[in-house]
């Protein structure tokens, strides 16, 4: 999973960008997941670089909504 600034591969996106990258082990259903990071959070996204095979891997990325 990962956090980020900007979103990946778009146009501002560098190292830099990524507040937090861990593996984490996901299951079916909704899920709430917590991440603590310095800089407000933009994107978050699992296997958003596509390492894994994936039919549909634009549902990668979402945008941050905080509450």
């Keep these: 999973m990962g956090v980020f600034s900007v979103e990946p591969g778009k146009k ?3 190292r830099e960008s990524i507040l937090k990258m861990e593996r984490r082990p996901l ?3 909704k899920q709430v ?7 407000e959070p933009k994107f978050v ?3 958003s670089h596509n390492m894994r095979i994936d039919r549909n891997s634009d549902d990668n990325l979402r945008k941050v909504e905080l509450q």
């Design 27 to 29: 299951k079916s259903g």
């Design 33 to 39: 997941v917590t991440f603590f990071v310095a800089k």
């Design 12 to 14: 501002g996106y560098t």
């Design 45 to 47: 996204g699992v296997d």
